[in-house]
């Protein structure tokens, strides 16, 4: 891809900033699993938390493009870090951009372009996840209000957010229909956080239950038509899975770089493992996965910026399924030309392939994503 001189300057300080303030913590925070909030005001002050917010509403009027040079270079270093650059993008942002009444974008964007404010995305249950029409969390109409009943799971920062992007069943209708969505304070009373999920990678990252017990909310905080929530929803992950892409292909790129450096590094028999045609070949196919998915990443940024949603679902869906299965590989790979050592805490690479497990799960397995694509491509009946 053919950066222009704004995007190299933007990578570049991006870059710089992951070297000094990123780079430092990231083996101790997946250690600890402490989430790093020293972080927000140093993203928020370059606007990596509210890049997608317009200059009339005080933000830096950023574009996808941009977004996905950022965490695809944050990832190198640390995919858990990289999550919280535009996580506000999914979490308030692109809702209240696309589907806001003027009124919420006055109310919510100038407060996100601030660059302190954190949200999270409350949509899986413990008996649903891509099976979205299964949820049970619901929301009662009751005078100027809504009464919200029900809980969430792998709520992704759903423990230090601000504000809660909560979907809820506000009438029985067949499928998705019937699920509204809700701009939601976490002050409210009744929001009640559960246990932080102790997992395989992300370390850092909080994924927690969420509980609701008589959550009251006001009218004003749905976001667009009642029972339409799950529609807007779909376009707002649309744009927001080629970030996944990025932050899974820019840790890939991190583990291929630091494969490459310890294998002209470490000696065997008397010379460079590097000097081996076997890791060679690894190296090289690790090299041609990535650059080819950074191409169809940038191919589908190029497309959303220009405007042309045509095609958002389905290159959204490729984009993300390729860079996530290439992460899985590139890093699993790495660990391998390290050896013995590479399963070792001491080396990044381990922490590495763990991380990237998780980008072929969240925001639509991809198997879901392969379903997407083959929709388009078969029609709808197939």
């Given amino acids: 891809m053919y950066l222009t001189e704004e995007q190299t300057a933007f ?6 900033m992951v070297e000094r303030h990123v780079a430092p913590i990231a083996a101790e925070i997946d250690e600890s699993d402490r989430f790093p909030e020293e972080l927000v005001p140093i993203f928020g002050d370059m606007g990596l938390l509210q890049q997608w917010v317009p200059e009339e509403y005080g933000g830096p009027g950023g574009n996808l493009t941009l977004l ?20 506000n993008s999914i979490g308030m942002v692109l809702p209240v951009l696309h589907f806001g009444t003027e009124e919420q974008k006055r109310r919510f964007l100038p407060l996100s372009a601030k660059g302190r404010t954190l949200t999270a995305v409350a949509m899986s249950e413990p008996h649903c996840g891509s099976d979205v029409a299964a949820m049970k969390t619901k929301a009662v109409r009751d005078g100027a209000s809504y ?8 709520i ?19 499928g998705v229909d019937g699920i509204s969505a809700f701009m939601v304070d976490t002050k409210t009373p009744g929001f009640k956080v559960g246990r932080n999920e102790r997992k ?12 609701f017990e008589n959550m009251r909310v006001p009218l004003e905080n749905r976001l667009g038509e009642e029972g339409q929530g799950f529609k807007a929803c779909m376009h ?40 081996n045609q076997g890791l ?3 190296i090289a196919d690790m090299a041609i996965q990535l650059e080819a ?17 045509s095609q958002l679902s389905m290159m959204a869906s490729m984009a993300k399924c390729f860079g996530s299965d290439v992460a899985m590989k590139v890093t699993t790979d790495a660990v391998q030309i390290f050896g013995g050592v590479g399963y070792l805490k001491d080396y990044p690479v381990e922490r590495m392939m763990r991380d990237a497990k998780i980008n072929q799960i969240w925001e639509g397995t991809n198997q879901i994503q392969r379903i997407v694509i083959s929709r388009h491509l078969l029609g709808r009946e197939a």
């Avoid at 998915?293 to 190029?302: I, K, P, Q, Y």
């Fill in 156 to 174: 992704t920062f759903g423990s230090v957010a601000h504000w809660v992007l909560l979907f809820a069943r506000t009438s029985e209708g067949r």
């Fill in 68 to 87: 996905c040079l950022a965490k695809h270079e944050i990832a190198k270093v640390s995919m858990a870090c990289s999550i919280l650059a535009g996580q």
């Fill in 147 to 154: 009464v919200i009943n029900g809980e969430k799971c792998f």
């Fill in 200 to 211: 395989m990678g992300l370390g850092g990252v909080p994924n927690v239950q969420l509980f």
């Fill in 293 to 309: 998915a950074r191409a169809l990443l940038f191919e589908c940024t190029r497309q959303v910026d220009m405007g042309d949603f």
């Fill in 280 to 282: 060679q070949w690894m």
């Fill in 236 to 275: 707002i992950l649309n744009l927001n899975r080629p970030t996944v892409a990025a932050a899974s292909i820019g840790l890939g790129q991190g583990a291929l770089d630091a494969a490459i450096t310890y294998a002209k590094e470490r000696k065997a028999f008397g010379k460079a493992i590097a000097s």
């Fill in 11 to 16: 990578a570049d300080s991006v870059k710089k």
